[in-house]
């Protein structure tokens, strides 16, 4: 157990209908992220945030994704509309800022299934 | 563009054999190099990580090496066990621009009793 905890752990879904994830990082971390990875292939990166601003975006992120991390704490992610290709783990990160080492922690994940 | 490449993409062994894992970057201007085991359907852990000035650092069974100079990184796993059967990804952060770390794709290792 990483400190870093993500719900649902699964999730299954009809296409055309919204998903919302959550991630509770480690508490001290002002940095989150998340990633999306499917089957054999290494996480990508879908977004972060420093504290509550949303710094950077994937361009994998399409308008159907949105991400929040209100008040600098948790972070939700949805999915509007899943489609079939939505279908993978989303894994959320946390790390705490520090010159040359900056290690993220991540949760044990949340794989969406959609049919 | 900043990449990893991890070689092999699988790997097979018995109980109790040695094995290296490979990774070439080309991530400018390099931070830190990190490699994390995967366990089939849980979230990536942290086993090393390393920066520019240091060329290796162990975990139990697990040592990694770094070349800074010919950007490549090895992960030796001694005395191989059923629990070592992972994904091992190597992730390579840049020191200026982006905080978003490049992650190679993993090699998958299979330890076999």
């Known amino acids: 157990d990483t400190g870093v905890s993500q719900n649902p752990r699964h999730k299954i879904t009809k296409r055309g209908q919204n998903v919302t994830f959550r991630c509770d990082p480690i508490s001290e971390h002002n940095r989150l992220y998340w990633y999306r990875q499917t089957l054999g292939q290494g996480p990508e990166f879908l977004t972060y945030?420093?504290?509550?601003?949303?710094?950077?975006k994937s361009r994998l992120l399409s308008d159907r994704f949105s991400a929040e991390r209100p008040k600098g704490s948790f972070s939700t992610l949805e999915i509007q509309r899943t489609e079939q290709g939505d279908s993978a783990m989303y894994l959320c990160?946390?790390?705490?800022?520090?010159?040359?080492?900056?290690?993220?922690?991540f949760g044990p994940g949340t794989r969406l299934t959609v049919l | 563009k900043n990449q990893v490449e991890q070689s092999p993409q699988s790997l097979i062994i018995l109980e109790g054999k040695n094995c290296t894992l490979q990774c070439n970057y080309t991530v400018s201007p390099f931070s830190n190099l990190r490699w994390y085991k995967q366990d089939t359907g849980r979230g990536p852990v942290s086993l090393t990580i390393m920066t520019f000035s240091e060329n290796t650092k162990s975990n139990g069974r697990y040592t990694a090496t770094l070349d800074a100079d010919t950007k490549q990184s090895s992960l030796h796993i001694t005395a191989s066990q059923l629990s070592d059967s992972a994904s091992y990804i190597c992730?390579?952060?840049?020191?200026?621009?982006?905080?978003?770390?490049?992650f190679g794709r993993g090699t998958s290792l299979i330890v076999h009793p």
């Open positions: 990160a946390s790390s705490f800022s520090r010159a040359g080492k900056d290690t993220q922690y």
């Open positions: 945030f420093q504290n509550e601003a949303q710094l950077e």
């Open positions: 992730v390579v952060s840049a020191s200026r621009g982006s905080y978003i770390p490049t």
